[in-house]
């Protein structure tokens, strides 16, 4: 039998958990990239977003963006709710829901 690895999120058939997180992540992004919006607890967040398929960069540890949003998830609804940001708060929702 010849093995190509396993798949992470094989038992999400049908469903884009990784293509999602990134697409979450593009809309924290827009939040925390702002300075007037963003603290020191968002810019730690940054540079774990910027090691996200980096494991040199983390101490061999592979992290992806589904692994954050999973550790995070109390804080991105925090941000979320506290910029109103709707389109965001329902595609964390299906991500708990579907994903996590």
């Excluded at 925390?32 to 774990?48: G, H, M």
Aim: aromatic share 10%; proline share 2%.
């Amino acid at each position: 039998m010849h093995s190509t690895g396993t798949d992470r999120y094989l038992t999400y058939k049908n469903i884009d958990c990784a293509g999602n997180s990134k697409k979450l992540l593009a809309l924290l992004r827009r939040h925390i990239d702002d300075p007037t919006k963003s603290n020191a607890f968002w810019q730690q967040f940054r540079e774990k977003l910027d090691r996200v398929g980096h494991p040199q960069e983390n101490k061999g540890r592979v992290i992806d963006e589904l692994f954050l949003i999973h550790t995070y998830i109390n804080n991105l609804y925090e941000i979320f709710e506290e910029y109103d940001d709707t389109e965001a708060l329902a595609l964390l929702e299906a991500i708990e829901r579907e994903c996590c």
